[in-house]
């Protein structure tokens, strides 16, 4: 079959090899045959309970089989699934049920208790499966309640005819101020991503790839689908410390591996086994920039590995990559666009910037999501017209505009400066925070640092650093202002560093809750002028 819709990628897989592992999950592992046997039972199980086409199914669950199945399933049934992230408490995932009026919940007992008060006040949701219980759980409210295993034998029916424009799934991503937005995708944004990705990360049916990020995480669900669309194998992780990960990378001799900037920190202050890039074939950062002396370390541990640098934004799934063999001449660049994508450098009148001057990253292309649910506002912010279309054209073409400030080099190549919302201006001038934070992980003494503006009557905004020491190593305050000083121009030494245990706070998608961290300084320098 052809690969438009989600669905098909592990059906393709089953068609191809039946036999091969799809998903590794502790000491079981499911094939494909019966991976797209139990995502066919799923889509049945929703049409049984009456699912219409477009109504969102929400799924509450760590990684297991069942998130996997639950994910493609009702996409094989024409629903639209929401994953919610396994961190967040009952409160969040209340907002988020209600927020795009979710009418299937998947959960576990496990996690159906601590929701109870707020599934009530759901008003669309009308059914919860359960899975991993023995016997009927207590009822909620007027909800009907449902046992996995007999949801999963309803006779076999057809899914809901859906085209590859269709919705597919709702993302919830963090933004700077306020509740959470769901992101809409299509199935062409997600199929079109895994194709593009899995081409130039050369994935194959050899490959084994970790899932260490949450599958609510554009890039952590990135894992199912490049891997499904090669044929390859995915280890399902619910790592608890840094070290389960190394441990999961030897076990199951990990081939890929994608990870946020702070789990590589923590990864690199780590004794690593020998011989893991033998098999690990390589690395791959999303998230957030990597800080220039963790991938040095991690190139010095993992000397066969193929370094990959990328860029994305949950908009747009993914957006450039720097190639490996670029590394070394370019470590701090973020790359150049996908196969299948464009990305422009545009100024604030729409006009493209020029060589090395800095302006807004732009994508435009078949990953450009369907806007933010059942919120226009923030979706005219972000998805607009592209500009400079030729006249002759009627209909405009809709991009993601990013809010990230890039700049494009004389060959190409992405350097990124800085979000928008999380430029400091003091002083007059525009500082990107993660240029503070690569000094100071220079001095290899720091764990973790975050650096951010907070007001201040005279400098518009005063630099803070928040740093921690690597793991048993003492840190203080003086040193690593001495190196500021030594390495940054004088308006860009922080005005205060304050040092402490690790690890820093982390928002659920593992980044640094830069948000979290400042606002405690809120008021550290008096009300601004």
């Known amino acids: 079959m052809m690969e438009t819709l989600l669905h098909h990628l592990p059906g393709n897989a089953a068609l191809r090899a039946p036999e091969r592992t799809a998903l590794i999950h502790g000491e079981r592992t499911l094939d494909y045959g019966a991976l797209y046997e139990a995502i066919e039972a799923f889509a049945s199980g929703l049409m049984h309970l009456g699912v219409a086409r477009g109504e969102r199914v929400g799924i509450f669950l760590e990684k297991r089989f069942e998130t996997v199945i639950a994910s493609f399933g009702t996409a094989a049934a024409g629903a639209v699934f929401v994953p919610v992230n396994p961190l967040l408490k009952a409160e969040q995932v209340g907002y988020i049920l209600r927020d795009c009026n979710v009418r299937v919940l998947i959960t576990s007992r496990e996690r159906l208790d601590p929701l109870r008060a707020e599934l009530a006040q759901c008003r669309d949701l009308r059914h919860v499966v359960v899975c991993g219980a023995a016997e009927a759980p207590e009822p909620v409210a007027d909800l009907h309640l449902h046992r996995w295993e007999a949801f999963m034998e309803a006779p076999k029916r057809a899914g ?40 130039y990360l050369e994935n194959n049916a050899d490959d084994v790839l970790l899932a260490a990020l949450p599958l609510s995480f ?153 806007g933010y649910w059942n919120d226009p506002v923030k979706t005219a912010e972000r998805y607009k017209p592209l500009p400079g279309r030729e006249p002759g054209l009627v209909l405009p073409e809709i991009a993601v505009f990013s809010g990230d400030t890039v700049r494009m080099d004389e060959e190409g190549y992405l350097y990124f400066v800085g ?73 860009m030494v922080p005005a205060k560093i304050d040092v402490r245990p690790g690890p820093l706070p982390r928002n659920p998608n593992g980044k640094l809750d830069r948000k979290t961290i400042s606002a405690e300084f809120k008021h550290a320098f008096g009300a601004a002028a």
């Open 160 to 199: 809901h005819r859906v085209i590859d424009t269709d919705m597919l799934a709702i993302l919830y991503t963090s933004g700077s101020t306020g509740k959470p937005k769901g992101v809409v995708l299509s199935h062409r944004n997600m199929v079109c991503g895994a194709q593009s990705v899995a081409s």
């Open 218 to 370: 554009d890039a952590g669900f990135s894992q199912l689908t490049t891997a499904f669309h090669a044929g390859a194998s995915v280890a399902l992780l619910n790592y608890l410390l840094p070290r389960d990960v190394l441990n999961a990378l030897v076990r199951h001799r990990v081939t890929g591996l994608t990870a946020v900037p702070p789990l590589y920190i923590q990864l690199t202050q780590l004794e690593w086994p020998q011989g893991i890039d033998e098999h690990l074939r390589y690395f791959a950062n999303t998230g957030g920039r990597m800080p220039l002396e963790t991938l040095k370390i991690l190139r010095a541990r993992l000397p066969r590995s193929k370094p990959y640098l990328m860029y994305g934004l949950t908009e747009a799934f993914r957006s450039t990559y720097l190639p490996p063999e670029e590394v070394d001449r370019r470590p701090d660049s973020i790359g150049k666009a996908i196969p299948n994508a464009e990305i422009l450098v545009l100024r604030e009148d729409g006009t493209p910037c020029a060589p090395n001057e800095p302006g807004e990253l732009v994508h435009r292309g078949a990953l450009v999501g369907m």
């Open 419 to 491: 979000r928008r919302d999380e430029m400091i201006k003091t002083s007059g001038y525009r500082v990107s925070p993660t240029e503070i934070e690569e000094v100071l992980y220079g001095t290899q003494l720091v764990g973790e640092a975050v650096a951010f503006g907070v007001d201040h009557p005279t400098l518009g905004q005063a630099i803070v650093v928040v740093a921690t020491p690597k793991d048993g190593a003492t840190l203080d305050a003086a040193t690593l202002m001495m190196a500021c000083r030594t390495h940054l121009p004088a308006y």
